[in-house]
Structure formats: C-alpha cells, structure tokens
C-alpha cells in the first residue's frame, strides 16, 4: 500500500475511505520554437517567443475530455449508490462541486491533464532570440497517451517541436477484488459507517516503480478525519500534519488488514 488515499470525506451521512486504485502516468513535455534572431527594432514574423507562447496559451487554455476509465467509473457507481442517486462520468464534475468531495483531488483524476511550469526565451530586452522553449507537467490516464499525445499536437500545429521526455505510464489495478474485502472489512470494524470508496489518483506513489516487476499495489493509509478536514491538501505542505486520533484509527485499521490479508 502507499501513503496516498484512506482519508475519510463525506458523502451525505456516509464516510468514504478513498483507495487508488489506479494512478496517472506523469512525464515531461518540452516544446520549443525557432525563428529569425535580430533586434527588437526590426520586428518579424516568426518571433520564437510569440510562437512558443501561441503553444502555451493553446495548450494551457485547453480542457481535456473526461476519460471514462475503469478506476473512475468505479468511483461513480460507488458514489451513486451512496447518495442514492445515478451517477454517469459526466455527471461527475458537477456532483463533486455540489457535494465539496474532495474536489481538486478527485477531480484532476477524471481527465488527462498538461499544464505549463517553465518558460523561456532571449537574454536580452532588445534582442529577439533564435530560439525560445516551453515545459510542461503532464499526467495521462491510463488508456489514453496516444490520444493525449495526438490532441496536443494538433493544438499546436506545426509552428513548434514537441519532445516528450520523463514518461512513467499510468497504472491500474482492480476495482474489485480480495484484498480490498479485506479493506472494507476493516475499516467496518473501526467505522461502522465508512465504505471503501475506489478512484484515480492524479500523483504518483512507487506504486509506479513496483508496477514495472508486477506487484499490483493500491493507495491506502486508513484515516478517519472531521469532514473539514484536507488531508490530500496538507501533503508536502509546511505545517504537513494530521490529527492524533486519525493516527490512532489507522493504526489499528492497520493492524486488522495486515492479520486477515
């Protein structure tokens, strides 16, 4: 099991333990433009920096289709049975802005994502450079790279050159099954009112780096905590805690998964 997912939210007068079951691939995407270099007085028409920014923008700007993966679509089922309600993915987005579940975190796991971090470009305010580049952060569902890959260079057209670099594919393991029985069992016995509740978790864990020898692994630290509580938002965070009675819960949850595993 790895360090993210098990923290408690609220659904309706239910308590869901969030499990990853699956996760997004990550990698890099570097993206640069060219153009004719000379000074700032003589401008031109192909500005490296105007048609890195064109990616950018176009890129940035851009919102990926919900991808009705396997881990999601468990996600959805779950919750429809908990509110009473049917739920498809595309009634996912605004369910999780009504109810305030978990929201960025759940959310980010519904669809491929590429956001901009670095830009670059010139030395100098007077110049215009030869050559300018562009980064980004993207994180894929599993199922989809070729599509993701396709959709972003037909945002960008043919003005710049797309290296994709850093690449860790996306893993999945079952919605279903013995072991997370055993989960739910547990946390049963802790929590009467806590059900295991399965979705795609947008980060990484070493989950990723086991997956490559075979060993399946879920996202998993069992914390029961006060609904108002962000345990996904206080990850790496400078005052990164959680409460003393969360400890206590996992603890022992802990422990009845470890005997009955």
Same mark, same amino acid.
């Given at each position: 099991? *790895? ?12 308590? @869901?333990?969030?499990?990853?079951? &699956? ?12 153009? *004719?270099?000379?000074? @700032? #007085? ?6 490296? /920096?105007?048609? +890195?920014?064109?990616?950018? &923008?176009? $890129? ?7 991808? !009705? ?9 779950? +919750? ?20 305030? $579940? ?9 669809? =491929?994502?590429?956001?901009? %971090? ?6 100098? *305010? =007077? ?40 690449? /860790? !594919? !996306? /893993?999945?393991?079952? *919605? ?8 739910? #069992? ?26 490559? $020898? ?7 630290? !069992? ?18 805690? /959680? ?10 949850? %802990?422990?009845? $998964?470890?005997?009955?595993?």
């Amino acid at each position: 099991m *790895s360090e993210v997912g098990g923290f408690s939210v609220p659904f309706g007068d239910r308590r @869901g333990y969030l499990v990853a079951t &699956a996760e997004k691939g990550v990698g890099r995407l570097d993206v640069t433009a060219r153009g *004719s270099a000379g000074h @700032g #007085s003589r401008p031109t028409s192909d500005n490296a /920096i105007t048609r +890195v920014a064109r990616a950018v &923008a176009a $890129i940035g700007e851009h919102r990926f289709p919900l991808e !009705p993966t396997t881990a999601v679509e468990a996600f959805a089922r779950r +919750v429809s049975e908990l509110l009473g309600e049917t739920l498809t993915v595309d009634d996912l987005p605004a369910a999780l802005d009504r109810l305030g $579940i978990a929201g960025p975190l759940v959310a980010a796991g519904l669809r =491929n994502t590429v956001s901009p %971090t670095v830009i670059a470009g010139g030395y100098k *305010s =007077n110049v215009i450079p030869a050559e300018a580049t562009a980064q980004f952060d993207v994180r894929v569902v599993p199922g989809a790279e070729e599509r993701l890959r396709a959709e972003v260079e037909a945002l960008v057209g043919e003005e710049v050159e797309l290296r994709w670099d850093r690449w /860790i !594919p !996306p /893993i999945e393991a079952a *919605s279903e099954g013995p072991l997370l029985d055993v989960f739910a #069992s547990a946390l049963a016995a802790e929590d009467p009112d806590g059900v295991l509740v399965p979705f795609l978790m947008p980060a990484s864990t070493d989950n990723k780096h086991l997956a490559r $020898i075979g060993v399946t692994g879920y996202g998993f630290v !069992p914390l029961r905590t006060d609904a108002d509580f962000d345990a996904f938002g206080h990850y790496h965070a400078v005052d990164e805690r /959680i409460p003393l009675d969360a400890l206590a819960f996992s603890v022992r949850t %802990t422990a009845r $998964i470890l005997r009955s595993a």
